[in-house]
């Protein structure tokens, strides 16, 4: 990494850095970054998002690492505060690990395990559905780069990567040149299917605009096609979408000479949710009699899927596990952090850089408030307000090494572009861990 | 950390050490087996046990993404036979594909101490690198997949071999990996580039590049040859699965042109008959072969009954098994470098290929002249899971117990096979050699798989029984690094065990030339590829051998 360091005055700069906003997980972000004032001045590469995601974290020095009911306290007093709340609940839960390193995350599952807690990520209101649907059906995809060098056809269904993922079609998937995609945009045709128009709509060659809810119906009419069966006409009702563009979108399907289905909350969170990722991964897995055909999540958050990953090589289960038994139990619906809060069973939660407070729904949140809150987070937010022991963190990918899974599966090395004086997740998480033993073994 | 041991009035099986079950003692200090260590030193009386080197698995897919994919689309897998954690250990989940935990306590309760994950894309390195490190008690390490890469082809069809040996060391030095691994060489562009095609003989050519698979296939053992890499090139041959694939396994082997190689789960590549219809043993050729060729050693891949999952880089072959019976199914390519497939299945007795696969599997076994190079393994879960180790070694020790098998099974299958006429029996010492000193030799570790002065002390006790299965179920005792993990069938600790990787030298000018095609083919910047030295703990370089 050295090398990558040029020192002028009280700036230096950081090549092949990573953004982690997204689940793009772009590595070729050059940072100027201030050493001074401790942040980043200039982010070479990075979209709009990733712009704003660089300069908003700076260093506020005055800030104390960790606040017990709202007072300032030591790091080691609220270590020991959270040990003793995490021991003594009957129905502790740990949620969030979308936003933290690998490191963290396997930590945070070790934790859990000898706490005999429940854990998830925020897979469980995102993507959970398309675990579901790989759980039900399997999955053919890809890593990125493969895309890159032989996707002809690009169909993003549900998700609008212009304004969530900004450079997933400019550096991955639709503009670049490729190996066998010599002409970039030129070779390739893409198809945009949404219940409106976006600003992805913008970048496709066809939009198929359907009724809000006839996801599922649309996927299994494409795959009849696919399969050589002929389509009930009511499916032009049923999904508002004419016949000859359902005919003519399953054609252009089966006649690429690579093709892969982005997907995303469009498809998951409305519904049908697991059975319309089910029937989106079976309509590729068919494709793949005519031609090669792949999917793949536009996930959301930078290690979202390292949340999963970790989850999954740890305890077999991708989010939604409960360790109550003495070994790991997964069960969306029952186990998944939003049902768990609902049903007012957790009576202390442990929350790793989410911000629950702020995007669950109501009852939720009303349950929320009432049991006691561990928060782990770089920024103030409406979780930490109502939190009883509220730590301040370092930022990944920003002060904090380590690794980061991208949508597609690959790690990425994070490059710190400076160091804060606040702990990292993991910093914090061990000797938490090692409290919560000792604790238990008494 | 001083810590000695002596184990005595063990009957003790140590095949490189010329051991063949003597009372004797073991004695260790540090980690180590030395000589002898104080009279007051601590024991562990084994009267009426066997003493082995903790065993060693050559070939198994025990950690990475395909393993994970696997993991993660087979809850069903892991619900019956879940993991519970101990004082000391971690829970985890079982199953065919078991959580990492789960799955180091496991081997380690059968007494192995050393596994190798065999085929993992080197984008992926970290990834694997990761699960190996939350993969307890044993040691490992992992094969790189190298018979599909786009560059190294590019580099091969022009012809310019100094430059690909150069890049191959790269590779493997970048990804902390310990050997090359070749999987359906050439097939990888025919899948994703040819709308789902295959190769089907070692001289088509590959799509899109002037090549073909028996070029990369010579290139590649070569370059492990020549850089004298501990363990050779591992290869997984074209045609698995498919009748009449005996001789792309014989083409294959003689491509070697007497350099070291190793064919895996040769027992998948060992059928005769025509394409497209039934398959029939063609054990007599291969075992013929490999008796007669010192350079060449293979691992069984044994096929046992029951579940399995299908996980491998050679995605045609998922794509066909998918066609046997239409199950969930993924396929995970990797840019550049690799396909994958996985598929859930399950070995049945009264299925015609089902029963010929596991005759054929213990044909090899009970025809090798040279068990030093035909070891055990079931490519787990391929073949079935690890799980099954116990069971195999009772199969070829216990012939009344493998005749009475034998009649449960698809009789046309076997009627097909020459096994009812094998009568050879495993000795104890033969088992110690095809599950421990063998793959431990084939690997070029030489602290591992024996017992002798300076060894690894990692030790298995096992009570002697009749029944095999049951005696190599469940070590009484096991030793990792000169420390008691399992004492009385019970974990006592925990052990963290070490990655094991080579670190061959490359000419540094060969990385801008990397680094260009990085640039143009690649979704990651070349500066974030490689694996930094600090990113895994408790690592260990093995170093090469002189070149021959
Ligand atoms: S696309 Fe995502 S990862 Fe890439 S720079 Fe923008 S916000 Fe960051
Ligand atoms: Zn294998």
Redesign the interface.
């Known amino acids: 990494m050295d090398k990558?360091t040029a020192t002028e005055k009280n700036t230096t700069i950081i090549?092949?850095a990573?953004c982690t906003f997204c689940g793009c997980v772009c590595?070729?972000m050059e940072l100027t970054v201030d050493l001074d004032e401790k942040c980043i001045i200039k982010s070479k590469n990075a979209c709009v998002l990733g712009k704003a995601w660089f300069s908003e974290h700076s260093v506020d020095e005055s800030r104390p690492v960790a606040l017990i009911d709202g007072k300032e306290a030591s790091l080691e007093d609220a270590i020991e505060e959270a040990a003793q709340i995490l021991v003594n609940a009957r129905f502790p839960i740990i949620y969030g690990l979308s936003d933290t390193t690998?490191e963290a995350q396997?930590q945070a599952v070790?934790m859990a395990?000898y706490l005999s807690a429940n854990i998830d990520s925020t897979s469980s209101v995102c993507h959970g559905p398309t675990?579901m649907g790989?759980?039900?059906?399997?999955?053919?995809?890809?890593?990125?780069?493969?895309v890159?060098?032989?996707a002809d056809m690009v169909v993003y269904w549900g998700c609008n990567p212009t304004d969530c993922h900004p450079r997933l079609s400019t550096h991955?998937t639709v503009m670049p040149?490729?190996?066998?995609i010599p002409n970039g945009r030129k070779d390739r045709t893409v198809i945009n299917v949404d219940i409106r128009s976006t600003s992805t709509t913008n970048i496709a060659d066809l939009f198929v605009q359907l009724k809000p809810g006839s996801d599922y119906e649309l996927l299994s009419a494409l795959r009849s096609i696919s399969r050589g069966r002929r389509l009930n006409p009511s499916i032009e009702e049923q999904t508002g979408v004419p016949m000859a563009t359902i005919e003519d979108v399953a054609h252009r399907l089966m006649s690429c000479?690579?093709g892969i289905l982005f997907f995303g909350m469009g498809l998951t969170m409305t519904r049908g949710r697991h059975y319309n990722t089910g029937a989106l991964h079976l309509l590729a897995?068919d494709l793949?009699e005519?031609?090669?055909f792949?999917v793949k999540p536009a996930r959301g958050h930078g290690n979202v899927t390292g949340a999963?990953?970790v989850m999954?090589?740890?305890?077999?289960?991708?989010f939604g596990v409960n360790?109550n038994?003495?070994?790991?139990?997964?069960e969306p619906g029952e186990f998944t952090t939003t049902d768990i809060l609902v049903r007012g069973e957790a009576d202390a939660a442990c929350i790793i850089a989410s911000d629950p407070i702020a995007n669950f729904a109501r009852p939720a949140i009303e349950h929320l408030k009432k049991i006691p809150v561990i928060s782990f987070d770089p920024k103030p937010t409406p979780t930490s307000q109502i939190a009883r022991v509220a730590l301040t963190t370092a930022c990944y990918g920003i002060n904090v090494p380590g690794?980061v899974?991208r949508m597609d599966?690959?790690?990425?090395?994070l490059r710190p572009a400076f160091e804060s004086p606040f702990p990292s997740d993991l910093d914090i998480l061990k000797p938490l861990t090692e409290r919560i033993r000792e604790l238990k073994a008494h | 950390m001083s810590s000695t041991l002596r184990i005595v009035n063990g009957k003790v099986y140590d095949p490189a050490n010329d051991i063949d079950g003597q009372v004797r003692d073991v004695c260790i200090l540090d980690g180590k087996i030395v000589d002898s260590v104080p009279e007051d030193a601590p024991t562990i009386d084994a009267h009426g046990m066997v003493v082995m080197p903790g065993g060693v698995d050559i070939h198994c897919h025990i950690a990475g993404s395909k393993v994970n994919l696997a993991r993660k689309f087979q809850p069903e897998d892991h619900r019956y036979d879940p993991h519970p954690g101990t004082e000391y250990t971690r829970s985890g989940s079982g199953g065919v594909v078991p959580s990492t935990f789960a799955t180091g306590y496991r081997y380690a309760t059968m007494g192995y101490t050393t596994a190798m994950e065999a085929a993992v894309p080197p984008l992926s390195a970290r990834h694997v690198l990761e699960e190996l490190e939350d993969t307890p008690i044993i040691d490992k390490g992992y094969y790189v997949l190298m018979g599909n890469n786009s560059m190294l082809h590019q580099l091969l069809e022009k012809g310019r071999m100094e430059e690909f040996r150069e890049a191959v060391a790269w590779w493997v030095k970048a990804t902390k990996a310990y050997t090359i691994k070749l999987v359906n060489p050439g097939a990888d562009e025919m899948w994703k580039g040819k709308k789902n095609a295959n190769i089907t003989a070692l001289d088509q050519k590959i799509h899109a590049f002037d090549l073909t698979p028996r070029k990369v296939i010579k290139a590649l053992i070569d370059v492990a040859n020549d850089l004298g890499l501990p363990h050779p090139a591992h290869i997984h041959c074209n045609n698995l699965g498919h009748s009449g694939n005996y001789e792309t396994t014989l083409e294959t082997m003689r491509t070697a042109e007497g350099r070291r190689v190793h064919i895996t789960h040769i027992q998948f590549h060992s059928y005769g008959g025509e394409v497209g219809k039934n398959p029939v043993s063609a054990a007599r050729a291969i075992s013929d072969f490999v008796n007669d060729n010192p350079n060449i050693s293979a691992d069984v891949g044994q096929v046992m009954f029951g579940k399995s999952v299908s996980m491998t880089a050679d995605a045609p072959l998922a794509w066909m098994l998918r066609h046997v019976k239409e199950r969930k199914w993924i396929n995970a390519d990797t840019e550049c470098e690799s396909g994958c497939g996985i598929i859930p299945f399950e070995y049945q007795q009264h299925v015609y290929t089902h029963t010929l696969q596991w005759a054929i599997g213990l044909e090899l076994f009970l025809m090798a002249k040279d068990p030093w190079r035909m070891v055990l393994s079931t490519d787990h879960p391929n073949g079935g899971s690890f799980l099954n180790y116990p069971r195999l070694i009772r199969l070829l020790m216990d012939r009344d117990f493998r005749n009475q098998e034998a009649t449960r099974v698809n009789q046309k299958a076997i009627g097909k096979t020459s096994l009812p006429d094998l009568t050879r029996e495993y000795s104890m010492q033969e088992i110690a050699i095809v599950t421990r000193a063998g793959p431990a030799r084939l690997l070029g570790l030489k602290n591992k798989g024996h017992l002798g002065v300076g060894a690894d002390a990692d030790i298995t006790i096992y009570d002697e029984m009749d029944n095999k299965e049951e005696m190599f179920n469940a070590a009484r005792f096991v030793i990792k690094d000169g420390h008691l993990f399992i004492k009385n069938h019970e974990f006592c600790a925990d052990h963290s065990g070490r990655i094991f990787h080579i670190a061959p030298e490359y000419d540094k000018s060969i990385e801008n030339e990397i680094r260009s095609f990085f640039d143009d083919y690649y979704s990651v910047q070349f500066d974030n590829y490689p694996v930094s030295d600090t990113h895994v703990h408790n690592t260990e370089v093995i170093a090469n051998i002189p070149v021959t």
């Open positions: 990558n090549k092949n990573t590595d070729d690998s396997r070790a395990d675990g790989l759980q039900g059906v399997g999955e053919p995809t890809t890593t990125l780069g493969e890159k060098n032989r991955f040149k490729g190996m066998y000479n690579y897995a793949n005519h031609t090669h792949v999963d990953t999954s090589w740890q305890t077999g289960y991708p360790f038994r003495g070994y790991p139990r997964h690794t899974y599966d690959i790690p990425i090395p």
